[in-house]
C-alpha cells in the first residue's frame, strides 16, 4: 500500500504539509478541570525529525483539514492491538 500523499493543516504556512503520524500520547491537562488528552506526533514534509511536533485532533482537522495520515496511523494502531492481543486504550 502506498503511503497517504502529504495534507495541509488549515492556518499553517504553506511549507507546512503533514507528511505522517509518528506515534501517540496522552497528556495530562492541569487546572482544575483535569484530564486528558490525545496528541499525536506528526512529520512535516521537507523538515527533519527533529521538527516533528505533538499536535491534538483539533490542530490537525482544522477548518475542512484533510486527516487521512491520522486514519492510516490509527488503522495501523489497530491492526497491531489485535494481532498482540492488547486491549484497545482511549476513545479514538
Known amino acids: 500500500?502506498?503511503?497517504?500523499?502529504?495534507?495541509?493543516?488549515?492556518g499553517q504556512r504553506e511549507r507546512e504539509v503533514l507528511?505522517?503520524?509518528i506515534g501517540t500520547r496522552f497528556r495530562k491537562l492541569g487546572g482544575k478541570a483535569?484530564?486528558?488528552?490525545?496528541e499525536w506526533l506528526t512529520k512535516?514534509?521537507?523538515?527533519?525529525?527533529?521538527?516533528s511536533q505533538w499536535r491534538t485532533?483539533?490542530?490537525l482537522e482544522g477548518k475542512g483539514g484533510r486527516l487521512e495520515p491520522l486514519r492510516?496511523?490509527?488503522?495501523?494502531?489497530?491492526?497491531r492491538r489485535e494481532g498482540s492481543?492488547?486491549?484497545a486504550k482511549g476513545d479514538t
Open 1 to 10: 500500500m502506498a503511503p497517504p500523499a502529504p495534507v495541509m493543516v488549515e
Open 19 to 21: 507528511e505522517r503520524i
Open 34 to 38: 483535569g484530564g486528558t488528552v490525545q
Open 44 to 51: 512535516w514534509k521537507g523538515l527533519p525529525p527533529s521538527h
Open 57 to 59: 485532533r483539533e490542530d
Open 72 to 79: 492510516v496511523f490509527e488503522a495501523d494502531e489497530e491492526r
Open 85 to 87: 492481543g492488547e486491549e
